[in-house]
């Protein structure tokens, strides 16, 4: 299984659902969606990990680029819904005190919505 990548656009917020696996296969075309997201304006980015299976160091290093990017123009990356195989992996690297985790895209959403 390689990477779907899906983008919603929830009020402020663009919401990308990821499904599958971020890795040295997919992470051309992650890197690519991501980029153009962020450069079309896409300054808070909500992923969806819930169907999200595999990151890859690739895919981490993705993620750290693309938030020095959306942090330049004053947005920010925040993630929902992940399985304990990818929340475990953000403990490891440190990527929970450095972003904002939600346990649902729904609770995220209101809790933004709540500010």
């Not at 299984?1 to 990308?16: H, K, N, Q, R, Y």
């Not at 993705?62 to 403990?91: D, R, T, W």
Request: glycine share 10%; aromatic share 10%; hydrophobic share 45%.
């Amino acid at each position: 299984m390689s990477l779907d990548i899906g983008i919603d656009t929830v009020g402020p917020w663009s919401v990308v659902n990821l499904r599958g696996r971020i890795d040295a296969v997919s992470a051309n075309e992650f890197d690519r969606a991501l980029r153009e997201l962020i450069g079309s304006g896409g300054q808070r980015v909500l992923f969806n990990c819930a169907e999200l299976r595999y990151v890859s160091s690739v895919g981490i290093g993705i993620f750290v680029e693309c938030a020095k990017l959306a942090s330049a123009s004053g947005g920010y990356l925040s993630f929902a819904a992940m399985n304990p195989h990818v929340s475990s992996l953000f403990q490891m690297v440190g990527f929970v005190g450095l972003f904002q985790v939600y346990p649902s895209v729904e609770e995220a959403l209101k809790e933004a919505l709540d500010r």
